[in-house]
């Protein structure tokens, strides 16, 4: 079976660091990415990990260990507009699938 | 503003009625994709075509019926829809590759009355 597990909801203040888990397990692994939503909005790419190891965008970096099934998405230096939900997804095959979203609400 | 095109944005029909939704994109993009999303809920995979010929189909009911007319189109006809199917309709799209990103429209919003 697919299964993708994330935190339903996270709280952080501004200017703070604030790490999202994902954990999986999926038959067939072709990569990782993770996607922000803004609530009304398309989800936009964020990051793609398909190598263990860290992945470094901006205030953004990912995280990946295929052998623990898990990834974490970090954010630094958070603004109220990082206020979305972040959505964890594994490529198995051709199909996207994704976790259920962790909602992050910034606080000033 | 994205760069997949969906239209329309809002769409409210009746459970008799006939509509389609149209996605475009035109980025080269082989691969195209239908997702369904409830509120507070991850995007479910519907279809995916590949090179304008479906290769995915989720045990979606036949009430949706998905058509690729060409490479930079994709349209989902939809009939005889129940008031569960209200929901955000994304098209997204990507280049061939396990490690090439989605990407995703704006959405349509469905309402089944």
């Known amino acids: 079976g697919q299964n993708i597990d994330q935190p339903t909801e996270m709280t952080a203040t501004e200017g703070a660091i604030v790490q999202i888990n994902c954990t999986y397990q999926?038959?067939?692994?072709?990569?990782l990415f993770w996607y922000q939503q803004h609530a009304g909005e398309a989800p936009t790419f964020l990051s793609y990990n398909v190598l263990d190891g860290l992945e470094e965008k901006g205030r953004f970096s990912s995280f990946l260990s295929r052998s623990k099934g898990y990834s974490y998405l970090l954010l630094k230096e958070l603004q109220m507009k990082d206020s979305a939900s972040y959505l964890c997804?594994?490529?198995?095959?051709?199909?996207?699938?994704f976790g259920k979203g962790t909602t992050l609400s910034v606080s000033s | 503003d994205t760069e997949v095109t969906q239209t329309p944005k809002h769409l409210v029909m009746g459970m008799t009625n006939k509509k389609s939704l149209k996605c475009e994109q035109h980025?080269?993009?082989?691969?195209m994709y239908w997702y369904k999303q409830k509120a507070k809920k991850p995007p479910e995979l519907m279809f995916v075509y590949s090179y304008e010929k479906l290769s995915i189909n989720e045990s979606v009911p036949s009430r949706f019926s998905p058509e690729c007319p060409n490479s930079s189109l994709l349209n989902l006809h939809l009939h005889a829809l129940q008031p569960e199917d209200s929901a955000l309709y994304l098209c997204?799209?990507?280049?061939?590759?396990?490690?090439?990103?989605?990407?995703f429209g704006d959405g349509t919003r469905l309402s089944i009355l």
């Open positions: 999926t038959s067939g692994f072709n990569g």
């Open positions: 980025m080269g993009h082989r691969a």
């Open positions: 997204a799209s990507s280049p061939e590759g396990s490690n090439q990103p989605q990407h």
């Open positions: 997804a594994v490529r198995a095959g051709t199909a996207l699938i």
